[in-house]
């Protein structure tokens, strides 16, 4: 029987700062790491040479792999405990505050940029907070590291051969298809690999597959009564416009968190993941999904910034699916947009009309994203996201004179899935004996730096269960 101390299932940065904490405290544990994508070297988007997203099978190289959706992505990490989650609703804001501040030194440790964007102090710094005011949005305070894509996955490499020279044993290409039960304890989990399917047991097993495991994890919940609740999606757009519009909230905050309750809803809607000459960009979820996001590179610059404008949504009663939910309105868009993700200048939103592709070429904002579709982001997306979201630009025209612009340009869709929220202690234990549920699978973080805090918190208690 193949028996593990600890397997963590998915290899994103929850699961391996479970593993890095665990080895900082001198842990013995046997532990398995499995992970369906590939290892970070080995992880290749076909996009760079190609130019549009191939759609890879079995897994996308952008999402899957050792580092999670972090190898690939802009690496911004967080440094503040009121972005990237909730956590510190089940630990306290001081303590997420204080592990922010450790894990911090790890991600430095390991090759981080030690120069730390989005510390704001001056009279730009004022008067851009007095007009967020003016207009009726909260100005939230995040200081950011950024990584930038080339040195994330550098980074993250390091972390890779960091724990496999210290025991650690990896499973790329090999997915989690259950977990298995015994008398309601976690007993171990079942793995696929290519046809075959086969059971490794453990003490213990973390989760933490992301928002790709997303869906896989709710039916893991339904199927062996783990606590869990229907938790918040986010549906919403990527809006690009010039550097030049974007110039001084980009220079003074280099991400600009603003939140704001527009009329006639007061739904939250916040702007999330500004990337300052950045590229918009594509990832296709496992389903055939398209959903548009951005990042940007730490030398190579485009003209344009852009970022997601996002609405919250809860349900109530009797409806418990937000996923699927946003699901079908991402199907929609994609079928208006022939697979592909749509593009509206936000005038012809305003004038009722749909974008041409030539009309785009009239534009001083140019698409960074060129194989999006000109359409009508409109006849998709429901009618109270969409006054969400034009109400929300108006008032960021505020305190970004001519973000509002007619050529200003909206993508979509842009869906934050955020996974049911498993109900979980402050020792990270769900009701399952054995079973530990990390990161934005768990709906508890939605961010890079969350997702690794809460890894470390797990690794700190198993840990002190070991004695050590
Ligand atoms: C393009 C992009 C840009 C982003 N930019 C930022 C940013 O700048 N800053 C920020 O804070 N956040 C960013 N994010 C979000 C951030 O990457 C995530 O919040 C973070 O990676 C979550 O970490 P995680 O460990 O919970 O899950 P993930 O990083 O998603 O890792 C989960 C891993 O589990 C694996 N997995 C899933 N299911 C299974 C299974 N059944 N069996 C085995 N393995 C499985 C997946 O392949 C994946 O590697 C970005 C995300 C994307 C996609």
Redesign the pocket.
């Known amino acids: 029987m193949e028996k593990y101390d600890l397997i963590i ?8 700062f479970t593993a890095v904490e665990l080895l900082r405290h001198g842990s013995k544990k046997k532990v398995l790491l ?4 590939k290892p970070v070297e080995k992880r290749h988007c076909p996009k760079a040479e190609v130019g549009h997203c191939v759609n890879c099978r079995p ?1 996308c190289a ?9 190898a ?7 440094l503040s405990h009121e972005v ?1 989650g909730d956590l510190p609703t089940l630990i306290g804001e001081d303590f997420a505050q204080e592990l922010i501040e450790y894990t911090d030194k790890i991600y430095l440790e390991f090759g981080a940029d030690p120069h730390v964007e989005g510390i704001y102090t001056g009279e730009d710094i004022k008067e851009i907070r007095k007009n967020a005011i003016h207009a009726g949005l909260k100005l939230v305070d995040c200081p950011i590291r950024h990584l930038g894509t080339e040195k994330a996955q550098e980074l993250y490499l390091a972390i890779q051969n960091y724990l496999a020279d210290n025991g650690v044993e990896m499973l790329f290409s ?4 259950n977990i298995i039960l015994e008398n309601e304890e976690c007993k171990g989990v079942l793995l696929k690999d290519g046809d075959s399917l086969r059971s490794v047991y453990a003490d213990e097993v973390v989760i ?6 997303a869906d ?1 994890l709710e039916k893991i919940c339904a199927e062996h009564h783990i606590a869990h609740k229907p938790g918040t999606v986010d549906i919403g757009v990527r809006v690009e416009c010039r550097n030049e519009v974007m110039e001084k909230v980009n220079k003074v905050l280099y991400e600009s968190k603003l939140i704001g309750y527009p009329k006639p809803w007061k739904n939250k809607v916040r702007t999330f ?1 500004q990337n300052p000459g950045g590229f918009v ?1 594509q ?1 296709n979820y496992d389903n055939d999904l398209a959903v548009v ?1 951005g ?1 940007s590179f730490k030398e190579k610059k485009s003209e344009n910034t852009n970022l997601a404008i996002l609405v919250s949504h809860n349900f109530t009663e009797p409806f418990n699916q937000p996923i699927a939910y946003a699901q079908k309105v991402g199907e929609l868009t994609n079928m208006l947009g022939a697979g592909h993700i749509m593009v509206q200048r936000y005038g012809d939103i305003l004038d009722g009309k749909r974008t041409w592709q030539k009309e785009l070429a009239q534009s001083n904002v140019k698409p960074t994203l060129k194989d999006a579709v000109a359409g009508d982001i409109t006849a998709a997306m429901p009618y109270r996201a969409m006054t969400n979201i034009i109400e929300f630009i108006k008032m960021l025209d505020m305190v970004v004179p001519g973000f509002a612009a007619n050529e200003t340009l909206l993508y979509s869709p842009e869906l934050k899935f955020y996974s049911n929220k498993v109900k979980m202690d402050e020792n990270l234990d769900t009701n399952i004996k054995g079973l530990h549920c ?4 768990s709906g508890w ?5 969350m ?1 690794s805090v809460m ?1 470390v918190l797990m690794g700190r208690k198993l840990a002190e269960k070991e004695g050590c």
């Not at 952008?62 to 972090?70: K, N, P, Q, R, V």
């Open positions: 299932v998915g290899a994103g940065p929850a699961g391996i499995v992970e369906k994508g897994t952008i999402t899957t792999g050792f580092s999670g959706a972090g690939f992505s802009d690496g911004k990490l967080s990237g090999t997915e989690c298809e933490g597959t992301g928002r790709r495991g896989w993941c960009a990832e996001n990042h990390l990161g934005d699978s973080t939605r961010g890079l730096m997702a890894g």
